[in-house]
């Protein structure tokens, strides 16, 4: 049973809307990261956050942004919706220093139309 | 370049049969391997992981087999069943990373067909 959520699962928007993607894990890891996903294709990490007020940009530029308050909460906040942000967005956590336990989510499946 | 390759890209098989997918990389330093499944708009599910040490790890019908010198590795499926359907992705870890970086591969796409 996953311990890691994401909502909303899939997503239909227009462009130039403002769109926020929940992720919640009760795991207590200090480590969460999200990754961009296109079909066939690897997975690209775009932001992760080693702690609470502590968040980096990933390998994949992206126009998203992402905070970090809580421990336990990780949105990705993209202003005004684009085509091009078409994709899958894939939440994941981990706990320093762990071998074990780097867990994902289920995924956003975001439509920008 | 840090890469992953995976092989091949796609594998339709019977329901019962077993098969091999494949993974090379170029990743260096090099700390862990992992291979995921990826049911269709899900996210991945760890099967199996391995370190430098480790040269097969087993998990159910599930044998992957790591070769750090030649830095291959293989994910077995014995006597396949329908719910084996999905992607299969090899991921590796590099060393000496705080973040504990990953380089993820394309997968390999399995069906299963009855």
């Known amino acids: 049973e996953a311990d890691i959520y994401q909502t909303p699962r899939y997503l239909v928007i227009g462009t130039g809307k403002k769109i926020t993607l929940e992720c919640s894990q009760t795991?207590?890891?200090?480590?969460m990261y999200w990754y961009q996903q296109d079909p066939g294709m690897e997975l690209h990490l775009i932001h992760y956050?080693?702690?609470?007020?502590?968040?980096e940009k990933g390998d994949l530029s992206s126009e998203s942004t992402v905070s970090r308050i809580r421990t336990e909460h990780f949105p990705l906040t993209l202003e005004s919706a684009r085509p091009s942000h078409t994709s899958q967005y894939l939440c994941?956590?981990?706990?320093?220093?762990?071998?074990?336990?780097?867990?994902f989510g289920s995924g956003t499946r975001l439509t920008v139309v | 370049k840090n890469q992953v390759e995976q092989s091949p890209q796609s594998l339709i098989i019977l329901e019962g049969k077993n098969c091999t997918l494949q993974?090379?990389?170029?990743?260096?330093?090099?700390?862990?391997l992992r291979w995921y499944k990826q049911d269709t708009g899900r996210g991945p599910v760890s099967l199996t992981i391995?370190?430098?040490?480790?040269n097969t790890k087993s998990n159910g019908r599930y044998t992957a087999t790591l070769d750090a010198d030649t830095k291959q590795s293989s994910l077995h499926i014995t006597a396949s069943q329908l719910s084996d359907s999905a992607s299969y992705i090899c991921?590796?870890?590099?060393?000496?990373?705080?973040?504990?970086?990953?380089?993820f591969g394309r997968g390999t796409q399995l069906t299963v067909w009855p």
């Open positions: 994941a956590s981990s706990e320093s220093d762990k071998l074990y336990g780097y867990t």
């Open positions: 795991m207590g890891h200090d480590k």
């Open positions: 956050s080693y702690g609470v007020n502590s968040t």
């Open positions: 991921v590796v870890s590099d060393r000496g990373s705080t973040l504990g970086r990953l380089y």
């Open positions: 391995m370190t430098f040490s480790e």
């Open positions: 993974c090379n990389y170029t990743v260096s330093p090099f700390s862990n």
